[in-house]
């Protein structure tokens, strides 16, 4: 999925208010977390077509969230709390699987994810340096790993899972940087949902490849 989501607000903001809407942003993330933890929890005996109709209605409330941003905060809200879950429902089929084969590998996972997003998010929220050309190379980057991807489901490259699983981190890791800056750099207190959703897609995408990967030294 792409986490890139636009927002209002350009100029540097007073320290108060960027300290509130870092506050906000990550209450968001973590209330998005646990509806997503609640999702894959409640949908851990769903078939793989319930996942796939719950993927397709999380994608709709992302785009919702664009349109009702600048209209209504309650209604993004929602939307981005709808989203955390259904995302959690459309990949509960995956994680229970992987938790039957080593549930160890969803905590190594998530400790990694952990380590990684606060240190990378620290690095973006602490430069000075615009990172936008950054966020802009990792856009085209993320396309050119989709069509890798995709290759690798019809040809057989050695540790190709690896490959597109590490690429993925550092990709992933430039967004991330990119999204914590824009907290600092952001005017608009009502731009949190779409951050809080951005930060939080980041978190997922970086969990799933780290996923793949610990399981992959399982096997």
Not at 184 to 212: G, H, K, W, Y
Request: one cysteine or more; proline letters at 3%; aromatic letters at 12%.
């Amino acid at each position: 999925m792409n986490e890139s989501l636009t927002y209002p607000g350009t100029a540097a903001p007073a320290r108060d208010q960027v300290h509130t809407l870092f506050a906000q942003t990550m209450g968001y993330v973590a209330a998005t977390a646990a509806l997503f933890a609640l999702g894959a929890y409640l949908g851990r005996n769903l078939p793989g077509g319930a996942g796939v109709i719950a993927f397709i209605a999380a994608f709709a409330c992302l785009i919702g969230m664009q349109f009702a941003a600048r209209k209504s905060r309650q209604l993004t809200v929602g939307l981005l709390g709808a989203f955390g879950l259904l995302t959690g429902l459309a990949l509960a089929p995956v994680l229970t699987a992987y938790a039957s084969i080593d549930p160890q590998v969803l905590w190594q996972a998530g400790g990694a994810t952990a380590l990684f997003i606060a240190g990378f998010g620290a690095a973006g929220y602490a430069t000075r340096r615009d990172l936008t050309a950054i966020a802009r190379a990792g856009f085209w980057a993320l396309l050119a790993l989709i069509g890798f991807g995709i290759a690798l489901i019809f040809v057989n490259i050695p540790g190709g899972a690896v490959i597109y699983s590490v690429l993925g981190l550092v990709i992933f890791a430039g967004f991330t940087m990119f999204d914590f800056q824009r907290i600092r750099r952001s005017q608009d207190i009502r731009t949190a949902p779409l951050l809080a959703a951005s930060i939080f897609l980041d978190i997922l995408n970086v969990f799933l490849f780290f996923l793949q990967i610990f399981s992959g030294e399982e096997r």
